[in-house]
Structure formats: structure tokens, C-alpha cells
């Protein structure tokens, strides 16, 4: 008998399903002993759904653990996989339906019946240092401590340990929430060690917060300062850090300036007209800083995606400092209606979100240059608040201390394609602050090959002993750039083709890229 997937959307549409059941997640070999046991169970399959993408040959498994459902038995997915779900378990499930509250609800299941693991909250902290600190507390007073990895692999003794006792064991998620955008898999994985282990509290920077909430909404629930859990720590962070070291395109010399855009027009390929356009905004950006009638320079760019408008910053960045830390905030992250208290912290008296991530990546470069990818995605409060700080060239974060931007570059990036869907999605009194605004346009076909030529030189510059062990011919050099590019519009994915064949190439001529 087939049974229908319930779907909902998101964490919002999660929690109101937890009004009616206790949600419990997709557990190998848990799972059919809790359905054996009581089948009327509200079960959670998303995680698996992306655990199987990578794993094809568990989904056998899988099924011999769900064959145990029943009519009584309520399944949910986020409707995001859906369609992948019923493809993957077809003898299961029939068709998908929005999830519909029960008539006359099963009765309440406790979940210590199913799984130990109880929703907690996040123990956040700050910055790097900040962590340093917690380590170093964590060390002296034996505290275990790892990220995901280490946790679930060389540090697992430790933490098996820890569980048959009462004390204290930490596991930082930070470094899963980036891993994760890129391997939706992890989440299952996540989820089955902290099911295994329920007695160890999870810790997290700051900045990543709302992705990890969101990856694990059945485990994990708020969030509270790291200080909560660890009373003994003591933390230096009333005072803002300073920017006086920051390296500065308005501190450069007229000969810097000149090596600078050299080097900025070298290595952007295509784009001419922006590259006169910057050119002139700079210099006349420095000449207005220095008299004090101009804060930061801000410069919007716009079109397909891969085309170039995320390297103008790094691009900027490197030209200011070789190998610098570029501080990126990616606006995707923050369309929720709290995004502003993620940005810079929420107000005082809100457990858990003293810090933002700008005022902590601000304080972490050495680089006068910040860069706002897909800006577009962003709330209006978020673009109040740039508003003022364009204008300003500074702002305060919830602990009232101020960051000072003078003589910023800051570049914002979106994909929308179109100078009209621009002035529909960002709002008119903003439009009016930004110094620059250009669209990018898809490389042509010879740009195309002087970026294919300028990948080679710099391979040949990064790898000059392993291209030192071989002569290169005419053929090997036609195999790296003489493929067919013309259907690739981004200029990343011709980056990776050529990537790809330099290793191939490496690996025929018998030398390796790492030596």
C-alpha cells in the first residue's frame, strides 16, 4: 500500500506541524524500531532525501526501515524534494500533498520514546579570537572540543566518552554550515551524531547562525552567548576594533595608483567601459575623500552570474594587498525579517545576538574594500541601513560601538539582468547613493580566449616547477585553450574546464601541481 508525502515549506511552515506532533527525524535502524513500536509517529524524511543524493546505494536500506509505515503513520518533506522523494521511494509513497492538519490528531507522542535528543539552542560566539579563547578555556579545564569532523572521526572516542558522564563537551557547526551549501548530505550526518550523542551542546560563530537553525530545525531551536554556558570565560569586546592598519585606496601614491589600475586592468578581462568608469571614480574619489566631502566610494554591478562582477572586488582587494582578507557578506543569507540583527546584532536585551557579521568581518580585514554580493536579495531595513552608511561612512552595532569606513570601496553585486528589474528592486533613495552603477555583459568570444591565455600564465607562475619538468608543445598548449567555449557564458565555468585539463595534462607528462 502506497501513502501520500506531506510537504511544508521551510522551518515557519515546520514549526506549526509541531503544534499538532512531535516531528522526530529519519534515523537508520532508529526509524523502524520506533515505527514497530508505535506507528503513530510524525516522521521527518528531508535530511535523508539529500543524505541518498550522495548515497544512492543506502536507498535500499532506507526502505527496509520505512516499510513499517503505516495509515497511522503522518510523513512529512520539505516540498523542495518532494518530487525526489516519491522518484526515490515509489513503492512507498503515491503523490504529495500540502501538509493538512489532522481531523482527529494521533495521540501525543513523547520523543524521548524515539530519540534522547532534546532542541537546544546555539551557543554563539563572536570572531576567531573570541573562539581562541573558548579553545584555550576548553583545554585547560578538559573540556573536549572539535569541529564536526573531528568529532565524528578522530575525536570520537572523546566524545563517546563524555556521554557516559555528566560533563561538559562542545561541538562547533560553524565550518558544517559552509559545507553544507555545497553537500546537502552533511545534514543527515549531522543529524545522526547528535542524536547519538544528545548530551553535547553545539556552539557556532555568530555570522552562521541562521543557516545552521535552519539545516537542523529538529534539533536545534534559539540561540544564547557562549558566557551562558561557560560562566568562566571573560571576554575583551566592549571596544570596536581599530581601522587605522586598514590599507586604504585613498592612501596610495600616484605611482601606486598607476601600478594599481595596471594591474586591475590586466587582469579583468572584458569590460572596458567600467574600467574607464572606475578609473575616473577613483580618482576623483580620492581627491573628495581627502578634502572630506566624500566618505566611501559605492559601486553597484549587475548581470549574469560568473562574469566578473565578484572578482572586481577581490581583484581591488589584491591590488591594495597581495593574498588580503576580503571582507563578504553574501545579502542571500539575509531576506528574513531579522536580517538587519544578523547584520550588525540585535538590540540590547536580545539573548544570543549581541554581535553582526559586518561589524565582525570589518574588525577581521586589513583591506579598505567590502564586498555585498547578491544585495538584491536583501530586506528594506537592511537598505535603510546602508543608505545611512553610505552617506555617513560609518555605523554603530547593538553594543553602541562604531566602525569608521572612511575611505572604503564598497561593491555591491546582483544578478538581475536588466537596468529596469534594477530600479524595480532597489529602492529610488538608494539608487541615488551609489557613485557607480554598471552593467556587466556576457564575455564575448575573444574575451573568452585572453581569459583562457591569462589562466595559463598565472598556472605557469603558480606551478613553475611542475611546468619546469616538461616542454611544452603545440598540442598541449591547443589542449588547454583550444577547447570549444562558446556555449559557456560564465567565465568561472571556463576557469573550471581549463582547470580540469591542466591536471589531466599534469598527470600525462607524469609531474604533480602540488610539488
Not at 19 to 45: A, G, K, R, W, Y
Request: glycine content about 4%.
Amino acid at each position: 500500500m502506497r501513502h501520500n508525502l506531506l510537504t511544508y515549506k521551510g522551518v515557519s511552515d515546520l514549526r506549526k506541524i509541531e503544534e499538532d506532533h512531535e516531528v522526530i527525524p529519519f534515523i537508520f535502524q532508529e526509524t523502524l524500531n520506533s515505527l514497530q513500536d508505535d506507528p503513530q509517529m510524525c516522521l521527518d524524511i528531508t535530511a535523508l532525501i539529500y543524505y541518498i543524493r550522495v548515497h544512492p546505494s543506502d536507498r535500499y536500506p532506507a526502505y527496509m526501515n520505512l516499510r513499517a509505515i503505516t495509515e497511522e503513520t503522518t510523513v512529512i518533506v520539505d516540498e523542495e524534494v518532494a518530487s525526489e522523494a516519491i522518484a526515490c521511494f515509489p513503492l512507498l509513497f503515491s503523490e504529495s500533498a500540502p501538509y493538512i492538519e489532522l481531523d482527529s490528531p494521533a495521540e501525543e507522542v513523547k520523543a524521548a520514546e524515539y530519540f534522547l535528543w532534546t532542541r537546544q539552542p546555539i551557543y554563539t560566539y563572536s570572531n576567531v579570537a573570541t573562539l581562541n579563547r573558548i579553545v584555550e578555556y576548553a583545554d585547560t579545564n578538559m573540556i573536549p572540543i572539535a569541529t564536526f569532523s573531528r568529532a565524528s572521526g578522530t575525536a570520537r572516542d572523546d566524545f563517546e566518552k563524555f556521554n557516559k558522564t555528566a560533563e561538559l563537551a562542545l561541538i562547533d557547526l560553524t565550518s558544517v554550515s559552509h559545507a553544507i551549501d555545497n553537500n546537502k548530505n552533511l545534514i543527515y550526518l549531522v543529524e545522526s551524531f547528535l542524536n547519538l550523542f544528545p548530551s553535547i551542546r553545539v556552539i557556532a560563530q555568530i555570522s552562521e547562525i541562521d543557516n545552521i537553525l535552519g539545516y537542523f530545525p529538529l534539533y536545534l531551536e534559539g540561540q544564547k552567548p557562549v558566557q551562558e554556558l561557560i560562566p568562566g570565560l571573560e571576554f575583551d569586546e566592549d571596544k570596536a576594533p581599530e581601522t587605522d592598519h586598514i590599507i586604504r585606496i585613498v592612501d596610495l601614491e600616484k605611482n601606486d595608483i598607476d601600478s594599481f589600475f595596471s594591474f586591475f586592468k590586466y587582469n579583468l578581462i572584458g569590460h572596458s567601459y567600467f574600467k574607464e568608469r572606475l578609473e575616473y571614480a577613483v580618482k576623483n574619489f580620492i581627491v573628495l575623500n581627502k578634502v572630506k566631502e566624500q566618505k566611501v566610494l559605492s559601486i553597484f554591478l549587475y548581470g549574469s552570474s560568473g562574469i566578473g562582477k565578484t572578482e572586481v572586488a577581490r581583484l581591488i582587494a589584491n591590488g591594495l594587498r597581495e593574498d588580503g582578507y576580503l571582507a563578504k557578506i553574501n545579502f542571500q543569507n539575509y531576506s528574513s525579517q531579522d536580517a538587519l540583527n544578523s547584520l550588525i546584532g540585535s538590540p540590547a536585551g536580545y539573548i544570543g545576538c549581541d554581535h553582526g557579521e559586518l561589524s565582525d568581518k570589518i574588525g577581521k580585514t586589513k583591506i579598505g574594500v567590502l564586498l555585498c554580493d547578491e544585495f538584491d536579495k536583501t530586506t528594506r531595513p537592511v537598505f535603510l541601513f546602508f543608505l545611512e552608511l553610505l552617506e555617513e561612512g560609518r555605523f554603530t552595532d547593538s553594543m553602541a560601538r562604531e566602525y569608521d569606513l572612511d575611505g572604503f570601496i564598497i561593491v555591491f553585486t546582483s544578478n538581475i539582468q536588466t537596468e529596469n528589474e534594477y530600479k524595480q528592486k532597489i529602492p529610488l533613495e538608494l539608487q541615488t547613493r551609489f557613485d557607480l552603477v554598471c552593467e556587466f555583459e556576457q564575455p564575448s568570444i575573444d574575451e573568452k580566449r585572453q581569459f583562457l591565455e591569462l589562466l595559463l600564465e598565472k598556472a605557469k607562475n603558480r606551478h613553475a616547477e611542475a611546468f619546469s619538468k616538461f616542454e611544452m608543445t603545440a598540442d598541449d598548449k591547443s589542449f588547454l585553450l583550444g577547447f570549444d567555449c562558446s556555449n559557456l557564458t560564465a567565465l568561472r565555468d571556463i576557469k573550471r574546464v581549463f582547470n580540469n585539463r591542466l591536471v589531466d595534462l599534469f598527470e600525462k607528462k607524469g609531474v604533480s601541481c602540488t610539488e
